[in-house]
């Protein structure tokens, strides 16, 4: 069972195990899916951010809201995918989009899940197998189970904002509200610690060590359970990086909270800081 991260080496002697690519371009979000026909890892379907990773808009519950878990869990059953299955998860950057299908995965109770460490850039600079078909897969009914992984709602957030450690995994300019290229406001929620999820991987592409990891985040706890811990970034994404992150470290346990930045500033009424 792997719950976390895998090879290129051992995902290429496993062509039983169910493959996910979620390439996305905020800017472009129809890049992923394009390169996705012009290339993939034999096996691999696609899983739009947008479109099978994200529930309704209502332009006050954030950029990419999480859908209602059976609505999730029955697009798992039309991929056919099965709780016997091993789901391998990849993007075409650090894996912060492979990572969101695999919290998904983990919040629908499918222990095992993990994402390509250095994902489609990895496995093409080893000159690995990429093909243009489209695999075909039996629908199934997928089995609705008790939620895995941790969800927060904004009301969550708002009334335990002085109890709870909140991680921001935004880049330090976004958070500190210098700039905002994304979202209409710029800023934190206020008591947040940063860490940018980009600091979790190595100069070649790759995560970094359990024992590495585990020191920087043990470092930002500094003495809380990691429990205690509510991930956001910009709208959901990028959080489930550094959620990633921890669990290779051993630190287990945080929540998420999907509404993330796009959602608590959209609230003139809550607070911000900068």
């Avoid at 969101?100 to 983990?106: A, D, F, G, H, S």
């Amino acid at each position: 069972m792997y719950t976390s991260l895998i090879s290129t080496e051992q995902l290429a002697g496993h062509r039983e195990w169910r493959v996910f690519d979620c390439r996305h371009d905020l800017a472009n979000p129809d890049l992923g899916e394009k390169q996705y026909r012009e290339g993939h890892i034999p096996g691999a379907l696609f899983a739009h951010l947008d479109r099978d990773l994200s529930g309704p808009k209502t332009g006050a519950n954030g950029r990419h809201p999480l859908p209602e878990l059976g609505a999730f869990i029955t697009w798992l059953g039309r991929q056919g995918v099965q709780p016997s299955d091993t789901v391998v998860c990849y993007d075409g950057g650090n894996g912060a989009m492979a990572a969101r299908l695999w919290w998904m995965l983990r919040w629908a109770g499918h222990e095992s899940a993990a994402v390509l460490d250095g994902g489609f850039a990895k496995w093409l600079a080893e000159k690995r197998p990429v093909t243009r078909e489209v695999p075909q897969f039996l629908p199934r009914s997928y089995p609705v189970k008790p939620a895995g992984a941790v969800a927060v709602d904004v009301k969550a957030v708002e009334k335990n904002v002085d109890r709870s450690l909140l991680l921001d995994a935004r880049a330090p300019v976004r958070f500190r509200g210098e700039q905002e290229p994304i979202d209409p406001v710029a800023g934190h929620i206020p008591g947040a610690a940063n860490r940018f999820n980009a600091e979790n991987i190595t100069s070649q592409g790759t995560f970094k060590s359990a024992a590495e990891l585990r020191k920087e985040f043990e470092a930002l706890l500094a003495g809380r359970a990691p429990s205690e811990v509510v991930h956001y970034c910009g709208s959901g994404v990028a959080a489930c990086h550094n959620l990633l992150a921890m669990e290779i470290a051993g630190l287990t346990g945080g929540a998420l909270y999907a509404g993330s930045w796009s959602e608590w500033s959209a609230d003139p009424k809550r607070p911000i800081a900068r």
